[in-house]
C-alpha cells in the first residue's frame, strides 16, 4: 500500500483479499492510467477535480439544509482538497502513486473530514423510490420480447442506468433538468456498433449453456440499479444462473450501498417473483464488497465476498460504470468470463479513448472451457 492509499475510505471490519479470478495477480494493475507518468492526464483530471469542488460543496450543502454549521462545513471541506490537489500539482508523487482512483476517493476523505459522510443520501432515496414506481412495467414489457430482442434491451437498460451518475459535470445539468428520466438518458447514448462492442460475442453465449454464478460489482442507485441491474439479474437466475450482486460497504458519490441495497431488494422481491424466490432459496444474494469508493481495486475487496463466490463457483464478472471498468480494471485480465460495460460521461476522456461523449464502452472476455 502507497502513502496516498491512507486518503482511501474503502475498509470494512473484515480482512480484504484478492479477487481469486485475478489471471496474474503480480501483473494486475487497478488504474487504467498512472497520472504520475501521464502528464496530459494528469494535467487535465487536476484541473478538472480542482473546477468541479463548487458542485460538490453545492451538493454537500443540500444535504443537510437543516444544520447550522453546514456552511463552516463546506468551507473546511473546500480549503482541503483545494490545498491538497494544489500539492498534487506541484508534487505529483507527494502521496505515491497517482490516479483518477486516489482522486475520487480524496473527495470522500475530505468531505469525511469535514462531517459529510454521504452527500447524494437523499438523492439516492428519491430516485430508488421513482424508478421502483415504474420497475414492474419496465419487466413486464422486457418479458414480452424475444431472446434477441430482450438481451439487447437488458444491456441498454445498464447502459441507460449508468446515465445517472453525480459524480460526472457534464451529466450532472442533465440530471437536475425537470423530467429528464429513462427515455431521456437512453437518447443521449451511443447508438451501436459501440466505441468498444463485443455485443455479438456475449449474445452468442447467452444463447449457450448458462453460467453457474454471476459476481456482478453494481454501481448507481436508482435508475441504474433498478431498471439496469435488477432486470439483468433476474434474466440470469431465469436462466439458471447464481447472482452475486456486490455493492459497496461504505457510500461514494451516489453509488448504492450493501445496506441501502438490502433494503432495496426487499422492495423488489414485493414487485418480482422471481426475484422473491431467488432471495428465499439463496440463489440471489446481496454482498458488501469491502469498499467505499467510485472505483474498484480488485486485489482488496471482502473476504467473505471471496468466500462466497469460491463456493458457488463464479464463472462471470460483470464490472459495471466508468469507475470499476474504465477508470480502474479496464486492461484486467480474468481468469473467468469477465463483461465490462459503461458510458463514458467526460468528453476528453472519449476523445482520448478514440470516441465522442457519451459513447459505450461494452468489452466482454471469453474464456472457453
Request: hydrophobic letters at 40%; charged letters at 25%.
Amino acid at each position: 500500500m502507497n502513502n496516498f492509499d491512507m486518503f482511501v475510505l474503502n475498509q470494512c471490519d473484515r480482512p480484504l483479499v484478492p479477487l481469486p479470478y485475478i489471471s496474474d495477480l503480480s501483473a494486475y494493475s487497478a488504474d487504467t492510467v498512472n497520472l504520475t507518468e501521464d502528464l496530459e492526464a494528469r494535467n487535465y483530471w487536476l484541473d478538472c477535480f480542482k473546477n468541479g469542488v463548487k458542485i460538490v460543496m453545492e451538493a454537500a450543502m443540500k444535504s443537510q439544509p437543516d444544520c447550522d454549521t453546514v456552511k463552516d462545513q463546506a468551507a473546511k471541506f473546500c480549503d482541503t482538497y483545494i490545498e491538497c490537489i494544489d500539492e498534487l500539482t506541484q508534487k505529483p508523487r507527494a502521496h505515491g502513486s497517482l490516479s483518477v482512483r486516489s482522486l475520487l476517493d480524496l473527495v470522500n476523505q475530505c468531505l469525511e473530514d469535514a462531517d459529510f459522510p454521504d452527500i447524494y443520501l437523499d438523492i439516492k432515496q428519491q430516485e430508488n423510490e421513482q424508478a421502483l414506481k415504474i420497475l414492474g412495467i419496465r419487466l413486464s414489457y422486457l418479458d414480452t420480447l424475444s431472446h434477441d430482442e430482450r438481451h439487447l434491451a437488458l444491456i441498454e437498460g445498464i447502459l441507460t442506468g449508468n446515465m445517472f451518475d453525480w459524480g460526472t459535470d457534464e451529466v450532472t445539468r442533465f440530471l437536475k433538468e425537470p423530467g429528464f428520466g429513462f427515455n431521456e438518458a437512453k437518447s443521449k447514448i451511443q447508438k451501436r456498433p459501440w466505441l468498444f462492442d463485443d455485443y455479438e460475442q456475449w449474445s452468442t453465449r447467452m444463447k449457450a449453456k448458462p453460467h453457474k454464478c454471476c459476481l456482478f460489482f453494481v454501481d448507481n442507485s436508482g435508475i441504474d440499479i433498478v431498471l439496469g441491474v435488477i432486470p439483468m439479474a433476474r434474466e440470469l437466475l431465469k436462466r439458471g444462473t447464481h447472482v452475486i450482486l456486490a455493492a459497496n460497504s461504505e457510500p461514494a458519490l451516489n453509488d448504492v450501498t450493501h445496506s441501502e441495497l438490502l433494503i432495496l431488494i426487499e422492495s423488489v422481491a414485493n414487485i418480482d417473483s422471481h426475484i422473491r424466490d431467488a432471495l428465499k432459496e439463496k440463489r440471489l444474494v446481496i454482498v458488501e464488497n469491502g469498499n467505499g469508493s467510485a472505483c474498484l481495486d480488485l486485489r482488496r475487496v471482502d473476504s467473505v465476498l471471496v468466500e462466497m463466490s469460491l463456493v458457488k463457483g463464479v464463472d462471470l464478472v460483470i464490472l459495471e460504470g466508468m469507475g470499476r471498468a474504465i477508470h480502474t480494471n479496464f486492461s484486467a485480465q480474468l481468469s473467468c468470463d469477465t463483461l465490462k460495460l459503461a458510458v463514458i460521461k467526460n468528453t476528453w476522456l472519449a476523445k482520448k479513448m478514440g470516441g465522442d461523449l457519451f459513447s459505450v464502452v461494452f468489452k466482454y472476455e471469453n474464456i472457453p472451457e
